[in-house]
């Protein structure tokens, strides 16, 4: 069995960003050969896809896709698992239908009230319709993008003209439209399912804000996520496992399981909710969250006693099983 670890990088990002994720995609792709893979990396820099594809074959190797979007192609996070598809590959990670799902925060929020499951009242705004918006403090997102793009201590806004001006930013920074939401001001937890059947919930991750007094202060930035010696990054404390009581650690659990069951996720999927008061709040869903050695799945999964490249090749082995020639072989295994 061969794995390809597939993985996209736009050149218009900037030199930082570029060097991070050649060298976190190094970094997983050593790990998943040091576990004894016949392990195979390629980066996608341009739309063209099929012409990486070719030079594999779909009876011998299983993709680890770790690729989001064709670069230079707006919207086309679902297009990507549609060619590795219409190619006969099985890859890691969830299915074009989850994906593009989760990049739709409006339809999210649809989905699930349907689940039961509670999230912050909001709504996709322009400038001129936020006049209208009278729920402060409030926190403006890209309705489409992940990886909080645009998010600072600026996006929390009290006021209408701050919310139209930030509401300008998304717009204009990442011509998409703004999601407005009720900010929850409360402890944020991070937590990781991974396995299809049963899916299990690795150790729950809290987002530590005891550092900051502000109220527009406490959330996970950009820079928290990417600018190493920014405030965020630096005084943001992770907290694993959470210290929550067993009461309402079941709670959120069965929330979790709810929402990973209820939008039929595979292999791996991170949810990040705030509690106020006593209530749960899911903010994002994340299929195919970033795995990187120092993110929060990873260290759920150390916890649990996983090094990262056994994390890696577990992964491996849950598409492994829908191989039509290795399932056979990993069910022996399992």
Same mark, same amino acid.
């Given at each position: 069995?061969?794995?390809? !670890?597939?993985?996209?990088?736009?050149?218009?990002?900037?030199?930082? %960003?570029?060097?991070?994720?050649?060298?976190?995609?190094?970094?997983?792709?050593?790990?998943?050969?040091?576990?004894?893979?016949? *392990?195979?990396?390629?980066?996608? $820099?341009?739309? /063209?896809?099929?012409?990486?594809?070719?030079?594999?074959?779909? /009876?011998?190797?299983?993709?680890?896709?770790?690729?989001?979007?064709?670069?230079? !192609?707006?919207?086309?996070?679902?297009?990507?698992?549609?060619?590795?598809? $219409?190619?006969?590959?099985?890859? *890691?990670?969830?299915?074009? %239908?989850?994906?593009?799902?989760?990049?739709?925060?409006?339809?999210?929020?649809?989905?699930?009230?349907?689940?039961?499951?509670?999230?912050?009242?909001?709504?996709?705004?322009?400038?001129?319709?936020?006049?209208?918006?009278?729920?402060?403090?409030?926190?403006?997102?890209?309705?489409?993008?992940?990886?909080?793009? *645009?998010?600072?201590?600026?996006?929390? !806004?009290?006021?209408?003209?701050?919310?139209?001006?930030?509401?300008?930013?998304?717009?204009?920074?990442?011509?998409?439209?703004?999601?407005?939401?009720?900010?929850?001001?409360?402890?944020?937890?991070?937590?990781?399912?991974?396995?299809?059947?049963?899916?299990?919930?690795?150790?729950?991750?809290?987002? /530590?804000?005891?550092?900051?007094?502000?109220?527009?202060?406490?959330?996970?930035?950009?820079?928290?996520?990417?600018?190493?010696?920014?405030?965020?990054?630096?005084?943001?404390?992770?907290?694993?496992?959470?210290?929550?009581?067993?009461?309402?650690?079941?709670?959120?659990?069965?929330?979790?399981?709810?929402?990973?069951?209820?939008?039929?996720?595979?292999?791996?999927?991170?949810?990040?909710?705030?509690?106020?008061?006593?209530?749960?709040?899911?903010?994002?869903?994340?299929?195919? $969250?970033?795995?990187?050695?120092?993110?929060?799945?990873?260290?759920?999964?150390?916890?649990?006693?996983?090094?990262?490249?056994?994390?890696?090749?577990?992964?491996?082995?849950?598409?492994?099983?829908?191989?039509?020639?290795?399932?056979?072989?990993?069910? *022996?295994?399992?």
């Amino acid at each position: 069995m061969k794995v390809l !670890v597939l993985y996209d990088l736009d050149p218009a990002w900037d030199r930082f %960003e570029i060097s991070e994720t050649r060298n976190s995609n190094k970094v997983l792709f050593e790990s998943l050969k040091d576990e004894g893979v016949e *392990t195979y990396l390629e980066e996608l $820099n341009g739309p /063209d896809l099929e012409k990486i594809l070719e030079r594999y074959s779909p /009876d011998d190797t299983i993709i680890f896709n770790l690729c989001e979007t064709l670069p230079g !192609v707006p919207n086309s996070e679902r297009r990507v698992l549609e060619i590795i598809e $219409n190619k006969g590959f099985t890859y *890691t990670g969830n299915v074009p %239908e989850v994906i593009e799902l989760s990049c739709d925060k409006q339809k999210v929020k649809e989905v699930l009230g349907s689940l039961g499951i509670r999230v912050p009242y909001g709504a996709v705004l322009s400038p001129e319709e936020a006049a209208g918006w009278n729920l402060f403090p409030a926190i403006v997102k890209p309705s489409r993008d992940h990886c909080s793009l *645009t998010i600072s201590e600026k996006s929390v !806004v009290y006021d209408t003209i701050s919310l139209q001006e930030q509401i300008r930013v998304v717009n204009n920074e990442l011509n998409q439209p703004a999601m407005v939401e009720d900010f929850i001001d409360g402890r944020e937890f991070h937590v990781s399912v991974w396995n299809n059947e049963p899916p299990e919930i690795l150790p729950t991750v809290e987002m /530590d804000f005891s550092a900051f007094s502000e109220t527009r202060e406490r959330l996970c930035t950009y820079d928290s996520k990417f600018v190493p010696g920014s405030e965020h990054y630096e005084k943001i404390e992770t907290l694993i496992p959470a210290p929550l009581d067993e009461k309402l650690l079941k709670k959120l659990e069965n929330k979790v399981l709810a929402t990973w069951k209820g939008l039929g996720c595979l292999d791996y999927a991170r949810f990040d909710f705030r509690l106020r008061g006593n209530k749960f709040y899911l903010l994002d869903i994340n299929p195919n $969250n970033d795995i990187s050695i120092d993110t929060s799945f990873s260290l759920a999964a150390e916890m649990t006693s996983y090094s990262y490249g056994q994390m890696l090749k577990r992964i491996v082995m849950m598409a492994a099983e829908r191989h039509p020639e290795f399932r056979e072989k990993v069910l *022996t295994l399992l």
